[in-house]
């Protein structure tokens, strides 16, 4: 069975001195780079915004980072500012291993976010990579980066939704952990099948 890991945005600005820093993010590299030569297959992803994003709080008025916005697909956290398209902090931390099969960008029209490597946030909107595992015979995943609550959280649970068999390695994630996310992430991640280890 072919086997990929799935290395979710392990860019600067998630990383501490980062403009939406995950506590401990940069902690994960060394171990991640040190197991892709154990898959069949290495994916990275990148959060890659036009600046102006309309999930950035600075595109609303009266807004600050960690509120909340009602959108016809439900509750969307707005952020600071991250992840602008070629700046530095959207560009993976400098001893991440680049040399990977494929990188998938996401979260690059203005008026959606895209946290799940696979769906943007309207659940509905492909990004294109579940075509790029399929077509590659890949059935199992392996997904570790940041962060566990938001972009690991969504790709492992679309994954399993479509089929593919996932391992969560949490060692190998850092968390954002926002009003009780990390554990809501958890929760969600085993009711939809994923394996957390
Ligand atoms: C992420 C918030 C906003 C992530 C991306 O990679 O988890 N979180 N954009
Ligand atoms: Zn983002």
Not at 101 to 130: C, M, Q, V, W
Not at 148 to 161: G, L, M, P
Not at 182 to 193: I, R, T, Y
Request: proline residues 5%; negative net charge; hydrophobic residues 45%.
């Amino acid at each position: 069975m072919t086997h990929a890991l799935i290395v979710i945005d392990v860019q600067n600005d998630f990383c501490p001195g980062g403009a939406l820093a995950v506590p401990g993010g940069d902690e994960i590299v060394a171990g991640v780079n040190a197991m892709m030569p154990d898959f069949d297959a290495v994916i990275l992803t990148q959060d890659w915004h036009p600046a102006g994003h309309f999930s950035f709080a600075s595109s609303h008025d009266g807004k600050v980072p960690y509120d909340l916005v009602d959108m016809p697909y439900g509750p969307q956290v707005l952020w600071p500012d991250h992840c602008i398209q070629g700046t530095t902090g959207a560009a993976f931390h400098a001893d991440l291993r680049t040399d990977a099969d494929l990188i998938i960008r996401k979260g690059f029209r203005n008026d959606i976010d895209s946290y799940s490597a696979f769906f943007e946030n309207d659940h509905k909107t492909p990004t294109g990579l579940e075509g790029y595992l399929r077509t590659r015979g890949i059935s199992r995943l392996t997904m570790v980066g940041l962060a566990t609550d938001f972009c690991v959280h969504y790709s492992a649970v679309d994954a399993a939704k479509l089929g593919f068999e996932v391992t969560v390695r949490l060692d190998a994630c850092r968390a954002i952990d926002l009003d009780g996310s990390l554990d809501a992430a958890l929760a969600a991640m085993k009711s939809a099948g994923v394996t957390l280890v």
